[in-house]
C-alpha cells in the first residue's frame, strides 16, 4: 500500500508542505484539510453514518454523513465529490458551502470545509468505511449531544450549524 499524503495548510487554507496521515494523525497537529457533507433528504432528516470499528479515528461513533481527508494535490471541490462517491455511491448531488473552521482534537488538527446537499435517491454505503448509515430526526440527533454515541467534530460542528442557523431546516 502506497503512503498516503495530506496537503499542510495554513488556517486559510493555503497549502504550506505536505505530510503523511500517520504523522498527522499522532499527534503532530499539523493542520491539514478535510471535507464534510451533510446530507439531507427531502424530509429535513440527515443522514450519519456510523464509523466501522477499523477506523483509527473516533471507531464506532455515528458521524457527518460524509467526512474524508484531501489528498496533497486535490482541490477541495475533486475531494468532496471522490468522498461522498467512496462512501456513500453518490456521484450525482449538488453541494452547498456552509462554513470553514479549525478543529483540533486530542490527536490531530483539521480545517473542515463542511457543505451540505439534499438527496432522496439511493444510498449505498462502503461497509470498509462505514458499519450502518440512517436518516434521523433534528430532534432526534439533539436529544443524543452529549451521550457518547456521536464523534465530538460532529457534535461540535452540528452545534456551530444549528446555532448559527446554517442547516436547510
Request: charged share 30%; hydrophobic share 35%.
Amino acid at each position: 500500500m502506497t503512503e498516503e499524503f495530506f496537503p499542510l495548510v495554513d488556517i486559510d487554507g493555503n497549502v504550506i508542505g505536505k505530510s503523511t496521515r500517520k504523522i498527522c494523525h499522532s499527534g503532530s497537529f499539523l493542520l491539514h484539510p478535510v471535507v464534510h457533507l451533510h446530507v439531507f433528504n427531502s424530509k429535513k432528516e440527515l443522514y450519519l453514518q456510523k464509523r466501522a470499528l477499523n477506523k483509527d479515528i473516533q471507531p464506532g461513533k455515528w458521524d457527518t454523513s460524509v467526512g474524508g481527508h484531501v489528498d496533497y494535490g486535490e482541490t477541495i471541490e475533486d475531494a468532496l465529490k471522490r468522498e461522498v462517491r467512496e462512501e456513500l455511491g453518490i456521484i450525482n448531488f449538488k453541494p452547498f458551502f456552509l462554513i470553514s473552521y479549525k478543529f483540533v482534537s486530542d490527536k490531530e488538527a483539521e480545517l473542515v470545509h463542511s457543505f451540505y446537499t439534499i438527496y432522496d435517491d439511493k444510498i449505498d454505503p462502503n461497509q470498509l468505511e462505514i458499519s450502518e448509515g440512517k436518516f434521523w430526526k433534528i430532534e432526534e440527533i439533539l436529544s443524543q449531544i452529549d451521550k457518547n454515541i456521536f464523534t465530538p467534530n460532529f457534535e461540535f460542528e452540528f452545534t456551530k450549524l444549528i446555532n448559527q442557523k446554517l442547516f436547510p431546516l
